[in-house]
């Protein structure tokens, strides 16, 4: 990822889900927050034990990685976003519902160029 770095510490994530503005699709919950104009993006993705074992849990995570990878050049930057997997019991989606839903939830965060 080009111009984002990624976020690491416990406390970052935990101030962003208390000051951080939420939006709610079917697979994911993105927590977005303005960080600095023109300073790059901060990324986090987490996956609670609810959402399923490892191997569920890491996959839906890679997808959420390779698909921010995907929609990176059209990302505004200067934001702090991080991606929470919701629980499911259903079977895991594709890459392309994944993709299609975080532009879905960044076009409504208003951080995507169209």
């Known amino acids: 990822m080009k111009f984002t770095e990624p976020i690491r510490k416990t406390s970052d994530f935990t101030r962003l889900y208390k000051s951080g503005r939420r939006y709610v699709g079917k697979y994911l919950i993105l927590y977005a927050s303005d960080y600095k104009p023109g300073g790059g993006n901060k990324l986090g993705a987490t996956a609670s034990k609810k959402a399923g074992k490892s191997v569920r849990r890491n996959r839906m995570r890679r997808l959420v990685k390779e698909s921010y990878r995907e929609l990176e050049p059209r990302v505004r930057e200067g934001f702090i976003l991080a991606f929470v997997v919701r629980a ?17 939830l960044l076009n409504r965060a208003g951080i995507l160029n169209c």
């Open 88 to 104: 499911q019991n259903a079977e895991l989606p594709g890459f392309h519902d994944v993709c299609r839903e975080m532009e879905a």
